[in-house]
């Protein structure tokens, strides 16, 4: 089985900076793309920002220039630096994984979701 568990979100005030990490782990052969997406209240889930095993990333286009998406290949960790942050960007945020495992092949995977409101 393969397991995505986020931490690092919580409360913070606008212009604020918060650091999410999503860390893999179970019968992984090897990870392709990375991610975070998020859903707000009533809303449907989106793309956040995604990066692939080689480092090409993607971003939505309300996060460019505020968030950056990054990885550590050797922990099977992806990251999400948000800077600037707007009080729209309160969310859930989920870690996403393209993940080929052992015996199970290749699937996408979800984490349980980390809560980040932005609020003064």
């Known amino acids: 089985q393969v397991q995505l568990v986020e931490s690092g979100g919580g409360l913070v005030q606008p212009g604020g900076s918060l650091r999410l990490s999503c860390a893999a782990s179970?019968?992984?052969?090897?990870?392709?793309?990375m991610g975070w997406y998020r859903q707000a209240p009533g809303k449907q889930r989106e793309l956040v920002a995604v990066?692939?095993?080689?480092?090409?990333?993607n971003y939505a286009d309300s996060v460019k220039g505020r968030f950056t998406v990054s990885r550590d290949n050797a922990k099977n960790t992806v990251y999400l630096q948000m800077n600037s942050l707007k009080p729209e960007d309160t969310a859930v945020f989920y870690c996403?994984?393209?993940?080929?495992?052992?015996?199970?092949?290749?699937?996408?995977?979800w984490g349980q979701g980390t809560q980040v409101t932005v609020s003064s």
């Open positions: 990066i692939t095993s080689g480092g090409t990333t």
């Open positions: 996403n994984g393209d993940v080929i495992a052992y015996g199970l092949g290749r699937g996408t995977y």
């Open positions: 179970g019968s992984i052969f090897r990870i392709l793309t």
